[in-house]
């Protein structure tokens, strides 16, 4: 069976979220980062495998242009990690796909660089994509200087002064990436190869988000780098604590929906592991003196996290705000009261006090309390994705599942307009994802197949017109524009939270629900949506820094705040 | 002359879906034939060139429909002149939706161009947990379910038929490419990329072109502009 049935095993039905609740657009906008986001696998095993990352080769000018080599050692394998920089004239930069030229491009790629091959990738990595990598290579990747932010903080170093934290705060970082390819992209190494070949590397992004560790590394060691270049005399160090704080800003744009459309198999698990690791917390998650201080602690961390983050959206400093008050009353519910059974005690009082943001905010807090509980499902988040026809299903059988599970499809009245208003299609401009308006501008005929609640409807109406007893293979053979959306029925049936539910054809389509979701499992925070199509954020605030591999195995690193400047000077 | 380009099996597959999709828009299962290029290309079994001799000179593929006819001995598909490399998947349907655990299914196709594309419906069948065979032209090629592999040898069958079973027995005669040789190849091009080359990628990438949208300055709006 398709999906990852262990809860079944485990007997935590009882405390699975129904897929209604959980696969809801606007539910899955609203997740936080948890333990098991892949930043936070990923840190946990190089600071658990002690992985050695050194800057092996570093030849830059004095403003910090030229290439640097990382050479990480891991227990099984020998990896390099190439980076360009190089000026860029600020008019010209941009987060956009379509920009053509980048402050710094980089690639992860296998074994040592020599000079041959350091010429090979000077050629093609910073054209990016339209450069020509080969498979010894797995990510290749981009990022931008925060222009005002990186010379501010090189300006103080200079001076021999820390960086102001209440400035850092409003941005959180010093670079951020605006593209990073992997799984085969431009030649480069395809999955099945990075998960026979590179072990660490094969947990789903565990490659794409080191490649962002390590732009977060150099973003680091450039601003101290240039700090000293421009005054020898009075240059100091970024401050480790400060240096912790400083994240690698991100830009997602449309980019990253399909993705979540076009792998039900792989998010339905996402998912699935996800709500198993909340249930069996709400199930074995013991609570006592102890885990409701912790509890206390993370929450006030949090809501304090909330409160630091700064955005000129609106909306989102509305949600931030409401999600912060609403998490301090469920502080005071739970304190007023004489103790709690158990942690699903206070998830029913928050899914019926609290808005689906902060219910969120509070499952993620929770998935914190208990690493013994559920780090063990780090392992089960890959899964062979195949969408197969089973032919000899009779057409009755598929329109019972479609009935089952697609139900919330078919309450969706496509013959009004407004369902069908959106159109999603690629530009010509680097193949671009954008959104149209079906009925007002061109291009409707060639738009992306992501309208999966609408196809869903269009194979039912027809299943219903054809012989119920006939086998689905007559049914595909007569009608083959429904053959991938049967096979894509009969798999998604099987799962237990199965497709996204949405209408992404809806004249009000949020896109940036989708984003979140994905980002979530990215394990990053501080959304700043920039419109309802794209979302600045910062992945890897508050990480551990390559110096602290060997000196600490924390994981303790989630809902960043401001590091205490009286901590700091002592 | 230039190298050929090496591309990842991702890579590849996301070109094809583009090309099948500016050829059918949706109105075909084009992520099943993209698939079954890419099996056939990366296993050895030339699915690009099986694929551009699909197309016709203003670069169009024409949509397949099969006609099935229920004999004594299994069924008879005729391709009505249609390319077997769009619709290996579609007699792989009816192989398994004819198999029963103590009979097995044998379909003869005929009409078909590209015969040999009928190939790629092995993988479909072994997956499902189905030996298979596909024969032609004193040729076959056998898929054993349980380990996923492929063998081709030397039949005495002439015509083009596909044969899928519960535990039918491997071929008994000359063996062409062993099951190994097979199972290399395909290692080797999932480590080292699929060499393609260049005419054929411009052809490809032209075509895929077609399914793009023209960037406008309202387009650049639904981008977040």
């Known amino acids: 069976m398709a999906g990852w049935p262990q809860h079944e095993a485990e007997g935590l039905d009882a405390y699975m979220r129904p897929a209604s609740v959980v696969m809801d657009l606007s539910r899955l906008g609203t997740l936080y980062p948890y333990p098991l986001s892949f930043m936070r696998s990923l840190t946990r095993r190089l600071l658990r495998e002690k992985w050695d990352i050194q800057r092996a080769q570093v030849s830059l000018d004095d403003n910090g242009y030229g290439h640097v080599i990382y050479e990480i050692k891991t227990p099984s394998a020998f990896y390099s990690y190439v980076i360009f920089a190089k000026y860029l004239d600020p008019d010209i930069r941009s987060d956009r796909v379509i920009a053509e030229d980048w402050d710094m491009t980089v690639t992860l790629c296998e074994g040592r660089v020599d000079n041959d091959r350091l010429?090979?990738?000077?050629?093609?990595?910073?054209?990016?994509?339209?450069?020509?990598?080969?498979?010894?290579?797995?990510?290749?990747?981009?990022?931008?200087?925060?222009?005002?932010?990186?010379?501010?903080?090189?300006?103080?170093?200079?001076?021999?002064?820390?960086?102001?934290?209440?400035?850092m705060a409003k941005v959180g970082y010093l670079y951020r990436t605006t593209a990073v390819y992997g799984s085969g992209k431009f030649g480069m190494a395809d999955w099945d190869k990075v998960c026979s070949e590179y072990s660490d590397f094969a947990r789903p992004f565990s490659a794409e988000m080191f490649s962002c560790f390590l732009i977060r590394d150099f973003s680091l060691f450039k601003a101290d780098y240039v700090a000293k270049r421009r005054s020898p005399q009075t240059a100091v160090s970024m401050a480790d604590d400060v240096k912790r704080y400083v994240g690698i800003g991100?830009?997602?744009?449309?980019?990253?929906?399909?993705?979540?459309?076009?792998?039900?198999?792989?998010?339905?698990?996402?998912?699935?592991?996800?709500?198993?690791?909340?249930?069996?917390?709400?199930?074995?998650?013991?609570?006592?003196?102890?885990?409701?201080?912790?509890?206390?602690?993370?929450?006030?961390?949090?809501?304090?996290?909330?409160?630091?983050?700064?955005?000129?959206?609106?909306?989102?400093?509305?949600?931030?705000?409401?999600?912060?008050?609403?998490?301090?009353?469920?502080?005071?519910?739970?304190?007023?009261?004489?103790?709690?059974?158990?942690?699903?005690?206070?998830?029913?009082?928050?899914?019926?006090?609290?808005?689906?943001?902060?219910?969120?905010?509070?499952?993620?807090?929770?998935?914190?309390?208990?690493?013994?509980?559920?780090?063990?499902?780090?392992?089960?988040?890959?899964?062979?994705?195949?969408?197969?026809?089973?032919?000899?299903?009779?057409?009755?059988?598929?329109t019972s599942l479609i009935e089952a599970h697609y139900d919330w499809a078919l309450e969706i009245d496509f013959s009004d307009e407004n369902c069908l208003s959106t159109f999603w299609y690629a530009s010509e401009e680097k193949r671009e994802p954008r959104l149209g308006k079906r009925f007002e501008e061109p291009g409707a005929e060639k738009e992306i197949y992501l309208g999966i609640a609408h196809s869903v409807r269009c194979a039912y109406d027809d299943l219903k017109a054809f012989d119920a007893d006939q086998s689905i293979a007559r049914f595909v053979l007569k009608h083959p524009k429904h053959r991938y959306m049967i096979r894509r029925i009969q798999t998604m049936s099987q799962t237990r939270y199965g497709e996204i539910r949405a209408n992404v054809l809806d004249a009000d389509i949020l896109p940036i629900h989708l984003l979140r979701c994905?980002?979530?499992?990215?394990?990053?925070?501080?959304?700043?949506?920039?419109?309802?199509?794209w979302v600045r954020n910062t992945m890897f605030q508050g990480a551990p820094l390559i110096s602290d591999i060997g000196r600490t195995t924390s994981d303790h690193w989630c809902f960043p705040i401001k590091p205490d400047s009286d901590d700091r000077a002592a | 002359m230039t190298a050929p380009l090496k591309l990842s099996h991702n890579e590849l597959a996301a070109l094809l879906k583009s090309v099948f999709q500016a050829c059918f828009a949706h109105g075909q299962d084009w992520a099943a034939m993209a698939q079954s290029v890419v099996w056939l290309e990366s296993h050895g079994f030339d699915g690009l060139a099986m694929l551009m001799e699909s197309f016709d000179e203003d670069l169009c593929l024409q949509a397949?429909?099969?006609?099935?006819?229920?004999?004594?001995?299994?069924?008879?598909?005729?391709?009505?002149?249609?390319s077997l490399i769009l619709a290996a998947h579609m007699i792989a349907d009816l192989a398994l939706e004819n198999s029963e655990s103590d009979r097995p299914a044998r379909l003869i196709v005929q009409n078909a161009r590209q015969p040999k594309a009928l190939i790629a419906a092995l993988p479909l069948c072994a997956s499902q947990g189905f030996d298979a065979f596909v024969t032609a032209d004193g040729r076959g090629v056998y898929a054993k379910s349980a380990e996923r592999s492929y063998t081709t040898?030397?039949?005495?069958?002439?015509?083009?038929?596909?044969?899928?079973?519960?535990?039918?027995?491997?071929?008994?005669?000359?063996?062409?490419?062993?099951?190994?040789?097979?199972?290399?190849?395909?290692?080797?091009?999932?480590m080292d990329g699929l060499f393609v080359n260049h005419k054929c990628i411009e052809k490809l990438q032209k075509i895929a072109d077609r399914f793009l949208v023209e960037a406008t300055e309202a387009s650049r709006k639904g981008a977040g502009e």
């Open chain 1, 119 to 167: 010429e090979f990738l000077r050629a093609n990595v910073p054209l990016q994509e339209k450069g020509r990598v080969d498979t010894r290579c797995i990510v290749l990747s981009r990022a931008n200087k925060s222009s005002r932010n990186f010379e501010y903080v090189v300006g103080r170093l200079a001076e021999g002064k820390q960086p102001d934290l209440d400035v």
């Open chain 1, 250 to 398: 991100n830009a997602t744009g449309l980019g990253m929906a399909p993705y979540l459309i076009n792998h039900p198999l792989l998010i339905n698990n996402w998912i699935e592991v996800r709500e198993t690791a909340l249930a069996r917390i709400k199930r074995s998650g013991q609570v006592t003196q102890e885990t409701l201080g912790d509890f206390d602690c993370l929450a006030q961390k949090a809501c304090q996290h909330l409160q630091e983050i700064a955005t000129d959206n609106r909306e989102q400093n509305i949600i931030n705000a409401n999600a912060r008050e609403e998490m301090l009353s469920c502080l005071e519910w739970f304190k007023a009261r004489d103790g709690l059974r158990d942690w699903a005690e206070l998830t029913a009082h928050a899914e019926a006090n609290c808005q689906p943001e902060t219910q969120e905010l509070l499952n993620a807090i929770l998935l914190e309390l208990y690493p013994d509980l559920i780090l063990d499902l780090e392992d089960s988040l890959n899964v062979d994705e195949r969408y197969e026809l089973k032919p000899n299903m009779r057409c009755a059988e598929v």
């Open chain 1, 518 to 533: 994905k980002l979530s499992f990215f394990g990053v925070g501080k959304f700043d949506p920039r419109s309802r199509l």
């Open chain 2, 64 to 82: 397949v429909e099969c006609d099935v006819t229920e004999t004594d001995t299994g069924h008879i598909v005729d391709l009505n002149g249609g």
């Open chain 2, 153 to 190: 040898y030397h039949s005495a069958e002439t015509e083009l038929c596909l044969t899928c079973g519960a535990g039918l027995n491997a071929p008994q005669s000359d063996i062409d490419r062993t099951a190994k040789a097979i199972r290399c190849q395909a290692r080797q091009n999932l």
